[in-house]
């Protein structure tokens, strides 16, 4: 009895629609829609990190990322604005009810590739109390730990270099770093600032002529 409930849940459950199960979505706000069998209505909606499930068909708490309870006529959902996706492989599954019982629709599997941007690289030299460079790198990535890399080359020579991991921010935002220079290096001196940010395989990279401070 129970394996004859059991297979026509899986029968009665939710179709995915949008994003199909393999694809690749290229926004941290993916709009999920889906279609129910009659006499359905949605419940909820559920993205996990991996595709394993309990054997009625639910996602293991462990691996929740994100979700929500639906309104009974609700056909489509996107993650809202303060709950950005990042780059990842996913897998999103629709709850649905009858009179009778619950559902739960084959995980379907998404991704959502790395993107990182670096628009623009603002130097500004200050003189006192001591000499210094101060950059504002102006970046977005989807990832949540970039590696911000910079370098300062007089001709082919490195004068200076600085790596740290930084946060993601999928929306435009600001990063700083700094450079006192040695008295090695005359005001003045011309240079070339070089910028990367990248996470894995994927780099992006910025550069801008600047003078010693």
Known sequence: MGAAIFAAATLAAATPVTPPPGATVATAHPRFTWMLPPNEQSEAIVIASKPDVTPEGKFYDENFVDGDVLAPDVRDWSPPPSRPLYAGRYWWNVVS????ARYYSAPAEFTIPVTLRLYRLIPRRFSLPRRRLWVDVI??????????????LHGRRVVWKSAHRVGGNIIPGAYGFYWYPRRAVKQDTRLRLIVSISSGAVVRKRSVLVRAP
């Not at 009810?97 to 009778?100: W, Y």
């Not at 970046?139 to 300062?152: D, G, Q």
């Open 139 to 152: 970046a977005s990535a989807n990832v949540k730990r970039p590696l911000l890399r910079a370098r300062l």
């Open 97 to 100: 009810t009858d009179t009778h």
